[in-house]
């Protein structure tokens, strides 16, 4: 008798933190939608220049291909956001795609320079543009918007060097408060992990 009185107290306090959590991300969707409203007003404040209402998005696609799977996702987000302006009546959202591929990263040497001194020696290298064209979108965006394909079970090679890259940040933080979305774009079942194991069972 006492179990079963037991066992209803904890079904009815889990019931009842249940409701609660619901409760409360009803609220945040709700602050939400009032932050987002309260943006496109002020962006149709004719007092406001449009420089001071436009919030940069920076895509990164780190995919090689550039018209691969990767970037139709990245499209269409884009395609989504151009859509979300329109029904705004503003440029309130200005979206950047920046290909990896574009930039020609070479890989970490894991000297630690960039964090004990500040200055990172492939800065030199004359093809390498992370420091002279990456590293000023990324401090001037609003928002991130990191999209990878994935390659065996992993981001793609592009992706991780530029993770690599960026440990500077790891340990100096310059981009709080940043928000940033990671997305990945896979083959059909196709290729899933399991089959992969049994296609490479015996070959590795």
């Not at 800065?123 to 991130?144: E, M, R, S, T, W």
């Not at 890259?165 to 774009?185: E, N, Y």
């Not at 079942?189 to 992969?196: I, L, N, P, W």
């Amino acid at each position: 008798m006492l179990g079963g009185w037991v066992i209803g107290a904890l079904l009815a306090a889990l019931l009842a933190a249940l409701v609660l959590q619901r409760a409360r991300r009803r609220a945040q969707v709700d602050a939400d939608k009032r932050r987002v409203r309260a943006a496109v007003a002020q962006a149709r404040s004719p007092n406001e220049k449009l420089e001071k209402r436009s919030y940069t998005v920076l895509f990164l696609n780190g995919s090689p291909r550039r018209n691969g799977n990767t970037a139709m996702v990245l499209e269409a987000i884009k395609e989504f956001v151009e859509s979300f302006n329109a029904q705004a009546g503003c440029s309130l959202l200005h979206v950047e795609v920046l290909h990896l591929a574009d930039l020609h990263l070479q890989s970490c040497l894991g000297c630690a320079r960039c964090i004990t001194t500040g200055v990172c020696p492939l800065a030199l290298v004359p093809q390498d543009k992370f420091h002279a064209d990456f590293l000023p979108k990324l401090k001037g965006c609003d928002a991130i918007v990191l999209a990878s394909p994935v390659y065996s079970l992993h981001v793609s090679g592009l992706m991780k060097v530029l993770i690599d890259r960026l440990a500077v940040f790891i340990h100096r933080p310059v981009l709080p408060g940043v928000p940033s979305l990671a997305g990945t774009a896979h083959s059909p079942a196709k290729f899933t992990k399991r089959s992969c194991s049994r296609h490479n069972r015996g070959r590795l």
